[in-house]
């Protein structure tokens, strides 16, 4: 018989007490200075928990919560709608450069102040996000390439130029991202075949690049949003060549997939997300400091190393290796989406970009 | 036991909770989405409180009619298909023994547990050059060489009645176990073969019965926004796939409601036809 059975109640009282030791961390934690951070939910909210937050507190003593922020534009129609009720469901948040854009539009951006983020000298200029007036709307978070990969089984040669997705030879073999606002193909077009994302400055260089672009369909087997299909059928070598993540080719590639990641002639696309303050946040102070302190080139190159984002600063300020840097980003000039016609024209390119993909 | 219409305001109590749920949860949200509908798009913001039908306009074109037109001729032939499987398959599960019957309708249950992603990814592997089915026809001897059958309209169609065939068995159950065996019976002593008598016999007496099925799968599979997606290419794509891309990717909030509202209205006007037409159909 057993006589130390446990009593099922006293096990629910031990939980509970357990509970709220484990809870009481938090609730000391929160008397003192603190900084919600928005993030990319999944793999970046959790690699920024595990190799930046800590070292950030322990410097500065400010305690950060971080949010996972939704992909897409939800997060940004949040802030938004939040910042109207006077309400920041997080103070500093990682918004994508379209995102950027369109939250300037309502001011919802509180300018910041660069004499207070002295480490911004090092930011590279692309990464100092501006209103048309000149004030400062966010500054260079993290950058990442999509680049032209392969499955090496197949493709025993690396491709070297764009021009691989019009091969007839490619012929239903690969794999782009389905949106015209994500897979950016139409600067890819201006740069590969019209000398540059300039020649998108008007309508008719834009229907240029739609009919260049609709030569790549017969290709393309596809078009994908979830990025988890993509890289499984890359892997797989069941659609062997597309474009993709640069950082996490890199890391499928280092463990013994069958992939390549390769940074074209004409360049990888880069995109970048932005820190950015809401207006409604009462934490300037701190995110401030929080901004000044992720652009410290030592932090941007913790970052290439544990996370895989290109360094937003420029790259003679870090001591990142030859190879560590070339495991990230590299020096052939990136090709720089054009955010401006995703917030100007975007239904236009929207629809047309449907028409050309679905028709 | 007659059951008595309520008298009092105290007899209609039970009804207020089920009701206020439903306004809470249903009528106030689809309330909202009809008024977004009508707002005003700021390109590069997000829209403003206005009374404009430029979301509506946007929509009647010929390649909106086009998906339009896909979705709702994607949904019918999941329905047609689901219900031809099912009426034979459940028809014989009620035939069989309880203990039988029990391990089939777990089974059943057991896909309606699996969510839109696992089974569109499972479907995709199944189809795939690498991995897929094809690689045991060529195993056997029957094909030359493995070949991916997806991304393809059979591949959509496949995952989406695979999806949609547990509820299409699950709605049709009830219905054939109270069937009178006598029916069959009746019509097997007559003389009839055990098929002419399913079809004269068993079909006829489940007509309602198959009308609601075939309306329950149609409106479940309009839905879809992830197979079509995981398995289909670009012009498999259902309306909702766009609906998503507005309200999500584009933030175009009022024409995505729009979009949705309009499917909305085709969906019971179809129904309307189907519940008219079924009561001409008994009236002759």
Request: glycine share 6%; with cysteine.
């Amino acid at each position: 018989m057993i006589t130390t059975s446990i009593k099922r109640r006293t096990l629910l009282g031990a939980g509970l007490a357990g509970a709220s030791m484990l809870a009481m961390p938090s609730i000391l934690r929160a008397q003192d200075k603190s900084l919600k951070v928005g993030v990319y939910g999944g793999y970046f909210k959790d690699s920024f928990d595990k190799n930046i937050f800590p070292e950030f507190t322990k410097a500065t003593g400010i305690a950060v919560e971080s949010i996972a922020e939704p992909t897409g534009e939800a997060w940004l129609v949040q802030l938004e709608q939040a910042a109207r009720a006077g309400q920041a469901p997080a103070d500093v948040s990682m918004m994508s450069q379209v995102a950027m854009l369109k939250g300037q539009s309502t001011d919802l951006w509180t300018p910041l102040d660069t004499a207070k983020i002295k480490n911004a000298s090092n930011l590279l200029d692309r990464f100092v996000n501006k209103y048309p007036d000149g004030r400062i709307a966010g500054i260079g978070a993290v950058s990442w390439y999509i680049t032209l990969v392969t499955n090496t089984d197949v493709y025993k040669e690396a491709p070297t130029s764009w021009t691989a997705f019009w091969d007839p030879a490619n012929a239903d073999k690969l794999g782009l991202l389905a949106l015209v606002s994500n897979s950016f193909l139409l600067e890819v077009t201006a740069k590969t075949f019209f000398g540059g994302t300039n020649a998108l400055d008007t309508e008719e260089g834009l229907l240029k690049a739609f009919d260049k672009l609709a030569e790549v369909k017969p290709n393309v087997r596809l078009w994908y949003r979830d990025e988890a299909q993509f890289e499984q059928s890359l892997k797989s070598g069941e659609i062997p060549m597309g474009q993709y993540y640069h950082d996490v080719t890199g890391l499928a590639a280092a463990d013994g997939h069958p992939v390549r990641s390769t940074f074209p002639k004409e360049g990888g696309i880069q995109d970048s997300g932005c820190w950015a303050l809401s207006r409604a946040s009462q934490k300037s102070e701190e995110a401030h400091i929080f901004i000044d302190y992720m652009c410290q080139p030592s932090i941007q190159a913790t970052l290439s190393r544990k996370v895989g984002t290109s360094p937003t600063v420029k790259r003679e300020v870090t001591d990142l290796t030859d190879k560590e840097f070339a495991a990230v980003s590299s020096d052939i000039e990136p090709i720089i989406p054009r955010y401006d016609l995703y917030q100007t024209k975007s239904d236009w390119l929207n629809q047309k970009w449907t028409e050309l993909i679905v028709g | 036991m007659r059951r008595e219409p309520p008298q009092t305001l105290g007899d209609y109590l039970p009804l207020l909770f089920p009701a206020a749920m439903l306004t809470i949860f249903f009528v106030v949200p689809f309330g909202t989405m009809i008024a977004v509908s009508f707002f005003q798009r700021q390109q590069g913001g997000f829209y403003t409180p206005a009374f404009v039908f430029d979301n509506y306009a946007r929509f009647l074109s010929v390649f909106f009619g086009g998906v339009l037109g896909f979705s709702l001729m994607l949904a019918v032939i999941v329905a047609i298909c689901c219900v031809m499987l099912a009426l034979p398959f459940t028809y014989m599960l009620t035939r069989m023994a309880r203990k039988v019957q029990v391990v089939w309708l777990v089974a059943l249950l057991s896909i309606l547990s699996l969510s839109e992603v696992i089974i569109g990814f499972a479907w995709s592997t199944l189809f795939s050059r690498t991995a897929g089915i094809t690689n045991i026809l060529v195993a056997l001897g029957i094909m030359e060489q493995a070949k991916a059958l997806t991304p393809s309209f059979g591949a959509v169609l496949t995952g989406m009645v695979y999806q949609a065939f547990p509820y299409t068995v699950l709605v049709l159950f009830p219905a054939l176990v109270r069937l009178d065996p006598t029916l069959t019976e009746a019509a097997r002593t007559l003389g009839a073969s055990p098929l002419k008598a399913f079809f004269t016999v068993v079909v006829p007496a489940l007509r309602n019965t198959i009308t609601a099925t075939l309306i329950m799968v149609f409106i479940f599979a309009l839905g879809s926004y992830l197979l079509p997606q995981l398995l289909g290419r670009p012009q498999h794509w259902t309306l909702s796939v766009l609906i998503t891309d507005q309200a999500i990717y584009q933030s175009n909030m009022p024409f995505a409601a729009a979009m949705a509202v309009f499917l909305v209205l085709v969906t019971l006007g179809l129904v309307a036809l189907t519940v008219i037409a079924g009561r001409k159909g008994e009236a002759a």
